[in-house]
């Protein structure tokens, strides 16, 4: 019995020896900041770029491996930057604000989700490098988005060069990633215009039929910032092929006084059945007019967006529908839409 107290005395030593009272360890992110003039002056190198090089040369903050946040799931930055001007970003649907987010977070995780080859107008070889930031690492949440940062890169005398670089592009995207740049077009202007097909944070439902919508961001290739979006603009099936589906492109891009025009195309098929969003060219139909046309039917639509220098101006989209009548005949008919408020 004398030798209880003893021992009682011993425990803490011991269960602190053998880990009982051990503390996780907590990972701090780094602090960076985002100079461009400093990030020009890097050696990007000649090769095809490398997507974690890249990443952490523009944000230098490297993964700790024994963060299990970190290296289970995928190669990030960790991060913070103390001297950025914090910035609210607003995410939208159907006009109506869905979500609100200031950036960047007191921690930040980035990863690279992309690099886009094209080439200039001018035939050199240019790349776009798409990064997405979001508070967790683990690519959880199928409604939760991600910050887009850009870099613009291009190949000058056998190295690659940083053009441009916007750490704070928009927020959007699923499963804590923004849906990165995937398409580039070049006007008649010669200048370089930035395609986003995704972005819409509608993620994947266990419903029998539920559809995938994307949106359509374009952006200036120089500035890397936006210059319209429109929501809807794609729409694919997810489950079985009894819904509506379509595709919005980009036809046409040129000068018009004092802006840029821009032509875009919409084809595919709507059912009534399924109709939770319509593609942006239906919302311009009077909904007494569209209530009277058939449960099922396949659109083409086309509408230009002129952006101005300080407002966006849409005209009124030529809308026409094809479909089969209660004889089994095919129709053809032109839909009448109504102007749009200049924005």
């Given at each position: ?17 053998i ?7 907590v ?25 974690n ?73 240019r ?14 949440g ?11 890169l ?11 670089f916007?750490p ?29 097909h ?32 429109q ?6 099936e ?26 875009l195309?919409?084809k595919?098929?709507?059912?009534k ?39 966006l ?14 004889k ?13 408020d200049?924005?």
């Open positions: 019995m004398r030798s209880l107290p003893v021992f009682l005395c011993l425990f803490p030593v011991f269960s602190s020896l880990g009982f009272s051990q503390e996780e360890s990972f701090q992110p780094v602090d960076i900041s985002f100079d461009l003039d400093k990030l020009k002056m890097l050696d990007f190198g000649s090769d095809s770029l490398d997507r090089k890249l990443l952490f040369q523009l944000f230098p903050a490297p993964m700790n491996e024994d963060d299990p946040e970190l290296s289970e799931w995928r190669v990030s930055a960790f991060w913070k930057c103390s001297s950025c001007v914090k910035q609210d970003f607003v995410a939208y649907q159907d006009e109506e604000m869905i979500e609100k987010e200031t950036l960047p977070y007191d921690a930040n995780y980035t990863i690279c989700t992309n690099i886009l080859y094209y080439q200039s107008e001018k035939g050199s070889l790349a776009i490098a798409s990064f997405s930031t979001s508070l967790m690492n683990d690519g959880t199928r409604f939760t988005r991600g910050l887009l940062s850009l870099a613009h291009e190949k000058q005398n056998g190295k690659w060069e940083l053009l441009n916007e704070f592009v928009n927020l959007q995207g699923t499963f804590t990633v923004a849906s990165p740049v995937d398409e580039v077009m070049i006007g008649e202007n010669g200048k370089t215009y930035l395609l986003i995704g972005g819409e944070a509608n993620g994947v439902s266990a419903e029998e039929y539920m559809p995938w919508y994307q949106g359509l961001y374009v952006l200036d290739g120089e500035t890397l910032r936006g210059l319209f979006t929501q809807s603009a794609s729409c694919t997810n489950g079985p092929p009894v819904g509506s589906n379509w595709t919005t492109t980009i036809k046409d891009i040129k000068n018009v006084a004092d802006g840029v025009q821009f032509t195309e919409t595919g098929l709507l059912v059945e399924f109709d939770w969003y319509r593609p942006t060219v239906l919302q311009y139909v009077n909904q007494e007019d569209f209530d009277h046309l058939p449960a099922r039917f396949e659109f083409e639509a086309t509408m230009q967006v002129i952006k101005l220098e300080k407002r101006q849409i005209e009124k989209p030529v809308v026409s529908i094809r479909y089969k009548d209660e089994g005949i095919i129709r053809t008919q032109a839909i009448a839409t109504h102007n749009t200049k924005k």
